[in-house]
């Protein structure tokens, strides 16, 4: 199986503390003990980044520490798939039609990696949001 994960489920399965962590965590050691091929969007590395180090949680998790633990569970472990120049046109041409604005391209760029991957599965807990810009790929998306 191929999974992508979407940032919603690995800041839950990195931070203890998060009410999704016991659900997120047991699909992170899975990927880690490798039962299937696990894929994370180049621009999730970005996003962790900025949700680790900005969330309200105590203590805060410094730049560094946020660093280590995207290292340690996604950059060393999971597959990263970078978009192109061509991707992100076809991305923007789909919100067009789609007549979607705003902050919801970005989850159609994970949706585009999840594509480009040839993903089974993109594993969130925002199957909303991805259902508006992913309409034909319900079947794709899943929970923890």
Not at 115 to 123: F, I, P, V
Request: charged residues 20%; neutral net charge; hydrophobic residues 50%.
């Amino acid at each position: 199986m191929r999974l992508l994960f979407d940032t919603s489920v690995l800041v839950a399965a990195m931070v203890e503390s998060h009410p999704m962590h016991l659900r997120a965590l047991p699909w992170l050691q899975r990927a880690k003990n490798r039962e299937f091929t696990f894929f994370a969007a180049c621009h999730t590395l970005a996003e962790l980044y900025a949700v680790l180090t900005g969330l309200p949680v105590s203590p805060k998790i410094p730049p560094a520490m946020a660093r280590n633990l995207i290292e340690e569970n996604v950059k060393s472990r999971a597959e990263i798939v970078p978009l192109s120049a061509l991707d992100y046109t076809a991305v923007i041409n789909r919100m067009t039609e789609l007549g979607l604005s705003g902050g919801a391209i970005y989850d159609a760029l994970i949706v585009k990696a999840a594509e480009r991957a040839h993903a089974d599965h993109l594993l969130t807990f925002n199957g909303k949001d991805f259902r508006r810009v992913w309409p034909d790929g319900l079947d794709h998306l899943m929970e923890p």
